[in-house]
């Protein structure tokens, strides 16, 4: 959990899940990219990061060692 490669991928994953909130967005019917409330859609996104990360350090040790995946590897997959 303290390696910097562990660090690597919780940061990959709030990114790819502020990502995916803000893209989540985009259906909406009053979400315009012109006149958006950009401080809402950045919240949404803070919150989406900070979920990931805050799973990816309960879920530490539950799957990979030095992985904040939850997904145990089986001895065939590596």
Request: aromatic share 8%; proline share 6%.
């Amino acid at each position: 959990m303290f390696t910097r490669n562990y660090w690597a991928q919780v940061a990959e994953r709030a990114i790819k899940s502020a990502a995916q909130a803000l893209i989540g967005l985009w259906p909406l019917d009053h979400f315009d990219v012109l006149q958006a409330d950009w401080e809402l859609a950045g919240g949404v996104a803070l919150g989406a990061a900070v979920l990931s990360i805050l799973f990816s350090l309960v879920t530490s040790g539950t799957g990979q060692p030095n992985s904040p995946s939850a997904v145990p590897v089986e001895p065939s997959d590596v």
